[in-house]
């Protein structure tokens, strides 16, 4: 394990306290013909040999350098403006996939499906997915019978920034009540009154009042409902 911790430590360095801002827009002008990318790759390599410190594993040492090197290129050469965000994500999803390969491959460690598809990991997987993208459906559903962006003419957000923050407040709430902190989600009520009250009271409108409130009590609801059936079927 200490060996996995050390390889997705070279990778943390290397990609984000070794990058700036400035070398990635040189990296994305130039792509192959950038210096930068030469020396991003070799500061990898240089981490991982100082962190490894053991010729024995130099197999994972090349391995890791060359597929970050063509992970690398790929997102260079199709990356476009459009899709920066999900190249970024795609990337380092890419680079977490070589390492877990690498320290299964290159280690005397098996990896077995059967040891994380238990009941408690898919019950998990499935009450964590039920509370973004359904949870948010079935909200909109609700609310479909009010005309919303009448409601909220004049006090406009963030393109789906209240979706977003639905999915992280229920993500928290479900956090807190299967790890037993249930002050926690007193605490998280609190400080999202707190910062709403603002919202509330320059828009003097009840209909809109009513209406942050409702679907706040729905979706802290349905995140202590799931988080409570959890812990009851697991």
Known sequence: MILLIKLFLAHLIGDFVFQTKKSIKKKEKKKLKSPVLYAHIAIHFLLLVLLLWDLSLWPVVVGITISHFIIDVLKLTFQKKKTKRLWFFLDQLLHITVIFVAYFLFTDNSF????????????????????????????????????????????????????????????????????????????????????????LKESKHRKLTEYILIGTLISFGIAILTGILYLYIK
């Open 112 to 199: 077995h499906l059967a040891n994380f598809v238990t009941k408690n990991s898919l019950l998990l997987i499935t009450c964590v997915l039920f509370l973004t993208q359904p949870v948010s459906i079935i909200m909109m559903t609700i609310f479909s019978k009010w005309d919303i962006e009448k409601l909220t003419t004049g006090n406009e957000s963030l393109k789906d920034a209240g979706r977003y923050i639905g999915m992280l407040e229920r993500m928290l709430v479900f956090v807190f009540i299967i790890t037993n902190h249930w002050e926690a989600v007193g605490f998280l009520i609190t400080a999202k009154s707190v910062f709403r009250f603002g919202d």
